[in-house]
């Protein structure tokens, strides 16, 4: 169940009491919008604004029997406005206030986002800082290449982050906008003016132009902000699960006393939190399809979008929520093991060094063929003999004639891989 996952700020903004609320404050706008034009007695605004509020359990008991939700919303407002509930609705067609509420919705659910992206990027940070110069093996296809940092690994996530961030402020934009534009849009019995008044008290800009509804590609472009957000997330977990396989064992995710990992096996400590962050991730990528799906309406407009959407933007903003709080936690308390990395940097017997070798010899007058020949063959005897790489070098004849033994123990050094690593640094923290 969705629940399970759901935190108490973002529940709030997607529960039902708050969508009801925020259609009150768009219908309480307009009525504002119109009293301005002289069109509500300011007396009748008055009792409104005073009066106005709802039963969910009366909506819930009026709509059984009318089976339109807005319908029973108004019935039930109108229950408590008395006489002036005349003038609520005046001009408007249901998703006047439906998908303006709706955008409502999505602008304080992505300034949550934000906050959480911001909170994990300031891990991030940390750990990235903390970990700048400690070496790790870099991995291409899932074998040793060449050494790199771990702060290096974070550094890359932390600007991955800071790519989101300008993903979501652009996405909050395209949705930061209402329509107040009546049954298909043309202001047929509105005042332009009413929506420009209105939207500007709830902080929204009037679509230029709208059917219906607002294009429901404003729509897709958040859940596509949230699922590249949980598919980066996956990402980083599943480096971590793979960074807590026991042959690697460098990083473990946090462990808390009283956990156990396994019915059967009382060793077991499994990266459980990082695969249910894969697993759920999963589902914020399938709601962009339904998203996707949902721009294609028949003419000014059709419902088959409607009930799709209030499964996949609570769901995906909730999900979203939940992961990056997870992930947020996972590494600022997570177990890192530099011993483990510098242990795994020598297992393959200097075989990751086999670049600066060939570099040295090209730097000698080889050609690249040449000396890619010369350090191949030393890079295959030592795998299929399981042999030392650096040992094969310096008892090479033909390598011989060309590197001393000093330059040759000179290739084998780490510290040249974290020369340029402030540069990186600098250059991507500013």
Aim: glycine share 4%; aromatic share 8%; with cysteine.
């Amino acid at each position: 169940m969705i629940e399970r996952y759901t935190l108490p700020e973002m529940g709030a903004i997607w529960s039902e009491e708050n969508r009801y609320r925020k259609w009150l404050q768009v219908e309480l706008s307009v009525c504002e919008a119109w009293a301005r034009l002289g069109q509500i007695p300011r007396n009748s605004l008055d009792n409104i604004k005073k009066k106005a509020n709802f039963s969910i359990d009366r909506i819930q008991e009026i709509e059984k029997v009318v089976k339109h939700d807005v319908i029973a919303f108004l019935t039930s407002v109108a229950e408590y406005v008395g006489e002036d509930s005349r003038f609520i609705h005046m001009g408007l067609t249901s998703y006047d206030i439906v998908d303006t509420a709706l955008s409502l919705l999505m602008v304080e659910s992505l300034n949550l986002v934000e906050k959480r992206l911001l909170e994990l990027r300031k891990v991030l940070r940390k750990m990235a800082l903390k970990y700048k110069k400690t070496p790790c093996i870099g991995r291409t296809h899932g074998v040793h290449a060449e050494p790199v940092t771990f702060g290096f690994k974070i550094l890359v996530w932390y600007e991955e982050i800071n790519r989101h961030l300008k993903r979501l402020r652009a996405a909050r934009e395209t949705i930061s906008v209402g329509r107040i534009a009546g049954a298909v849009g043309t202001y047929i019995h509105l005042d332009p003016r009413v929506e420009k008044y209105a939207l500007k008290s709830l902080k929204l800009k009037p679509a230029p132009v709208s059917t219906q509804v607002l294009q429901r590609d404003r729509h897709a472009e958040v859940i596509s902000c949230l699922a590249l957000i949980a598919t980066s997330l996956e990402k980083f977990a599943l480096e971590i699960r793979h960074l807590q396989r026991t042959e690697v064992l460098e990083v473990e995710e946090p462990f808390t006393p009283g956990q156990k990992g396994s019915s059967a096996m009382p060793h077991k400590r499994n990266p459980v939190r990082c695969e249910r962050i894969a697993g759920l991730a999963r589902i914020v990528r399938g709601n962009l399809q339904v998203a996707l799906e949902n721009i294609p309406l028949w003419h000014e407009r059709d419902i088959s979008h409607s009930s799709a959407e209030r499964v996949i933007f609570p769901d995906s903003f909730i999900l979203t929520d939940f992961l990056l709080k997870e992930m947020t936690d996972i590494i600022a308390n997570w177990h890192v093991y530099p011993d483990r990395m510098l242990k795994n940097i020598e297992l393959t017997g200097g075989l990751i060094f086999s670049q600066a070798v060939m570099l040295a010899l090209t730097r000698k007058g080889l050609t690249r063929e040449e000396a890619y020949r010369l350090v191949q063959n030393c890079s295959m005897k030592a795998w299929k003999e399981n042999l030392n790489f650096k040992e094969l070098v310096l008892s090479d004849p033909e390598i011989g004639k060309h590197l001393s033994a000093g330059e040759i123990e000179a290739c084998f050094s780490l510290e040249p891989y974290l020369k340029k690593i402030d540069f990186i640094f600098e250059r991507v923290l500013k």
